[in-house]
C-alpha cells in the first residue's frame, strides 16, 4: 500500500478561531469528497 501526503485548501468564511474551523469540518467531514480520477500521481 502507497502512502500519500495531501494539503487541502479550505474556506471557511464563518469561522473565526482555529476551534470554529475544526468543529465545522468534524460536523461537515462526510460532505468531503475526494476525485483522483484526474491529474498525474509521480514517484
Not at 495531501?6 to 474551523?21: K, Y
Amino acid at each position: 500500500m502507497k502512502t500519500f501526503e495531501v494539503t487541502l485548501t479550505i474556506e471557511a468564511s464563518d469561522c473565526t478561531t482555529v476551534e470554529d474551523v475544526c468543529k465545522s469540518l468534524e460536523e461537515n467531514s462526510s460532505l468531503i469528497e475526494f476525485d483522483l480520477s484526474e491529474g498525474n500521481i509521480t514517484d
